[in-house]
Protein backbone atom coordinates (compact mmCIF):
# COMPACT_ATOMS: atom_id res chain seq x y z
CA UNK A 1 0.00 0.00 0.00
CA UNK A 2 1.91 3.32 -1.13
CA UNK A 3 1.92 5.76 1.69
CA UNK A 4 1.74 9.84 1.43
CA UNK A 5 5.24 11.63 1.53
CA UNK A 6 6.28 13.20 4.62
CA UNK A 7 6.37 16.58 2.76
CA UNK A 8 3.18 16.65 1.45
CA UNK A 9 1.51 15.42 4.80
CA UNK A 10 3.57 18.21 5.89
CA UNK A 11 2.50 20.80 3.69
CA UNK A 12 -1.09 19.99 4.07
CA UNK A 13 -0.78 20.83 7.97
CA UNK A 14 0.64 23.74 7.34
CA UNK A 15 -1.81 25.37 4.60
CA UNK A 16 -4.45 23.91 7.51
CA UNK A 17 -3.29 26.04 10.13
CA UNK A 18 -2.72 28.93 7.68
CA UNK A 19 -6.25 28.76 6.76
CA UNK A 20 -7.44 28.33 10.61
CA UNK A 21 -5.28 31.32 11.53
CA UNK A 22 -6.48 33.12 8.58
CA UNK A 23 -10.44 32.30 9.42
CA UNK A 24 -9.55 33.55 13.06
CA UNK A 25 -9.56 37.40 14.16
CA UNK A 26 -6.41 38.90 16.01
CA UNK A 27 -5.17 37.07 19.14
CA UNK A 28 -7.87 35.84 20.01
CA UNK A 29 -7.93 32.78 18.15
CA UNK A 30 -11.91 33.43 17.70
CA UNK A 31 -13.70 33.95 13.75
CA UNK A 32 -14.11 37.85 13.37
CA UNK A 33 -16.91 38.85 15.15
CA UNK A 34 -19.34 39.89 13.21
CA UNK A 35 -22.92 40.26 14.95
CA UNK A 36 -23.01 43.93 17.11
CA UNK A 37 -24.45 43.49 20.66
CA UNK A 38 -27.34 45.38 20.77
CA UNK A 39 -30.04 45.73 24.01
CA UNK A 40 -33.11 44.54 23.12
CA UNK A 41 -36.59 44.83 25.35
CA UNK A 42 -38.95 41.06 25.20
CA UNK A 43 -42.22 39.92 27.04
CA UNK A 44 -42.52 36.56 27.87
CA UNK A 45 -46.09 35.03 29.29
CA UNK A 46 -45.95 32.24 31.60
CA UNK A 47 -45.98 28.41 30.62
CA UNK A 48 -48.90 28.11 32.90
CA UNK A 49 -52.36 30.23 32.61
CA UNK A 50 -51.38 32.30 29.59
CA UNK A 51 -53.19 31.01 25.61
CA UNK A 52 -50.14 28.36 24.27
CA UNK A 53 -49.70 30.76 21.59
CA UNK A 54 -48.11 32.84 23.93
CA UNK A 55 -44.35 32.75 23.78
CA UNK A 56 -43.08 31.65 27.05
CA UNK A 57 -39.37 30.93 26.66
CA UNK A 58 -36.49 32.59 24.92
CA UNK A 59 -33.49 31.03 22.51
CA UNK A 60 -29.91 33.24 22.54
CA UNK A 61 -29.28 31.86 19.06
CA UNK A 62 -31.40 34.08 16.84
CA UNK A 63 -32.22 36.14 19.38
CA UNK A 64 -35.75 34.50 19.39
CA UNK A 65 -39.31 34.16 21.21
CA UNK A 66 -40.03 30.37 21.81
CA UNK A 67 -43.62 28.97 22.12
CA UNK A 68 -43.01 25.73 23.88
CA UNK A 69 -45.77 24.08 21.72
CA UNK A 70 -44.29 24.91 18.52
CA UNK A 71 -40.35 24.16 19.42
CA UNK A 72 -38.06 22.43 22.36
CA UNK A 73 -35.21 24.52 21.19
CA UNK A 74 -34.61 27.30 24.11
CA UNK A 75 -32.23 28.09 26.58
CA UNK A 76 -35.22 29.46 29.31
CA UNK A 77 -38.63 29.60 29.98
CA UNK A 78 -40.63 32.05 32.30
CA UNK A 79 -43.32 30.65 34.41
CA UNK A 80 -44.65 30.97 37.64
CA UNK A 81 -44.03 28.42 40.80
CA UNK A 82 -45.54 26.80 43.26
CA UNK A 83 -45.18 29.85 45.71
CA UNK A 84 -46.70 32.30 42.95
CA UNK A 85 -43.57 33.42 42.81
CA UNK A 86 -41.97 34.71 38.64
CA UNK A 87 -39.14 32.65 37.71
CA UNK A 88 -36.77 31.89 35.32
CA UNK A 89 -36.21 27.94 34.60
CA UNK A 90 -33.16 26.44 32.51
CA UNK A 91 -33.56 23.91 30.40
CA UNK A 92 -32.80 20.97 32.62
CA UNK A 93 -35.67 22.08 34.90
CA UNK A 94 -37.82 21.26 32.14
CA UNK A 95 -36.76 17.97 31.49
CA UNK A 96 -34.56 18.88 28.85
CA UNK A 97 -31.53 18.01 29.78
CA UNK A 98 -28.51 19.70 31.38
CA UNK A 99 -28.41 22.51 28.24
CA UNK A 100 -28.52 26.17 29.03
CA UNK A 101 -28.12 27.86 32.18
CA UNK A 102 -28.32 30.67 34.19
CA UNK A 103 -25.93 32.91 36.71
CA UNK A 104 -27.38 35.35 39.32
CA UNK A 105 -25.67 38.80 38.07
CA UNK A 106 -22.92 40.39 40.71
CA UNK A 107 -23.49 43.89 39.21
CA UNK A 108 -25.74 46.07 37.88
CA UNK A 109 -26.83 45.78 34.13
CA UNK A 110 -24.66 48.30 32.55
CA UNK A 111 -21.53 47.28 34.70
CA UNK A 112 -21.87 43.26 33.09
CA UNK A 113 -19.36 43.59 30.22
CA UNK A 114 -18.21 39.99 30.05
CA UNK A 115 -19.30 36.39 30.88
CA UNK A 116 -18.24 34.28 33.62
CA UNK A 117 -16.54 31.41 32.69
CA UNK A 118 -17.73 29.43 36.20
CA UNK A 119 -20.26 29.35 38.35
CA UNK A 120 -23.40 28.50 35.98
CA UNK A 121 -26.41 26.98 37.38
CA UNK A 122 -28.00 23.83 35.10
CA UNK A 123 -30.98 23.01 37.89
CA UNK A 124 -32.28 25.96 39.64
CA UNK A 125 -35.50 27.83 39.07
CA UNK A 126 -34.38 31.95 39.25
CA UNK A 127 -36.60 33.96 41.09
CA UNK A 128 -37.46 37.10 39.80
CA UNK A 129 -38.18 41.07 40.59
CA UNK A 130 -37.97 44.54 38.89
CA UNK A 131 -34.33 45.51 38.61
CA UNK A 132 -33.19 41.45 39.17
CA UNK A 133 -30.34 40.79 36.79
CA UNK A 134 -29.54 37.41 35.73
CA UNK A 135 -26.62 36.13 33.35
CA UNK A 136 -27.92 33.30 30.94
CA UNK A 137 -25.40 30.72 28.65
CA UNK A 138 -27.03 28.77 25.91
CA UNK A 139 -26.29 24.96 25.06
CA UNK A 140 -24.37 24.06 22.93
CA UNK A 141 -24.39 26.24 19.20
CA UNK A 142 -22.46 25.01 16.08
CA UNK A 143 -21.16 28.37 14.11
CA UNK A 144 -20.71 28.81 10.65
CA UNK A 145 -16.78 27.81 11.11
CA UNK A 146 -17.81 24.69 12.69
CA UNK A 147 -16.67 24.76 16.50
CA UNK A 148 -19.21 24.29 18.83
CA UNK A 149 -19.76 26.87 21.76
CA UNK A 150 -22.20 28.70 24.28
CA UNK A 151 -23.79 32.00 23.62
CA UNK A 152 -24.27 34.52 26.48
CA UNK A 153 -27.02 37.24 27.04
CA UNK A 154 -27.39 39.26 30.08
CA UNK A 155 -30.83 40.27 31.22
CA UNK A 156 -32.37 42.90 33.68
CA UNK A 157 -35.73 42.51 34.57
CA UNK A 158 -38.36 45.26 34.17
CA UNK A 159 -41.15 44.42 35.07
CA UNK A 160 -43.30 41.43 36.53
CA UNK A 161 -47.36 41.18 35.73
CA UNK A 162 -48.74 38.64 37.67
CA UNK A 163 -52.43 39.43 36.64
CA UNK A 164 -51.41 39.20 32.92
CA UNK A 165 -48.77 36.10 33.64
CA UNK A 166 -46.00 38.58 31.86
CA UNK A 167 -42.55 39.20 32.56
CA UNK A 168 -40.84 42.57 30.67
CA UNK A 169 -36.85 42.54 30.20
CA UNK A 170 -34.27 44.07 28.53
CA UNK A 171 -31.64 41.69 27.01
CA UNK A 172 -28.21 41.81 25.83
CA UNK A 173 -27.07 39.03 23.86
CA UNK A 174 -23.81 38.03 22.21
CA UNK A 175 -24.62 36.18 19.24
CA UNK A 176 -20.54 35.90 17.76
CA UNK A 177 -19.28 32.50 18.26
CA UNK A 178 -16.98 31.52 21.27
CA UNK A 179 -17.16 35.80 22.22
CA UNK A 180 -17.99 36.71 25.97
CA UNK A 181 -18.73 40.37 25.30
CA UNK A 182 -21.74 41.76 26.77
CA UNK A 183 -21.98 45.18 26.24
CA UNK A 184 -23.08 46.92 23.72
CA UNK A 185 -21.36 47.07 19.94
CA UNK A 186 -19.05 44.77 18.27
CA UNK A 187 -17.59 42.27 20.81
CA UNK A 188 -13.56 41.99 21.33
CA UNK A 189 -13.68 38.99 23.95
Known amino acids: ?39 DTVSLFALDGTPITAPSAYLLQGKARVRTDQSASLDFAFNFDS ?55 SGATTCATGITVSLYAKLEVLAVDSTARRVDFKILVDENCGYRGLEPGIPQQ
Open 1 to 39: MPSRPLCAVLTLAVAGVAALAAACSGTTGLPTAVFTNVV
Open 83 to 137: LHRPVLLPTQRLGLGALSSLQAGSAPFDAITLAPTGGWVFDSTFVLDSGRVVLVR
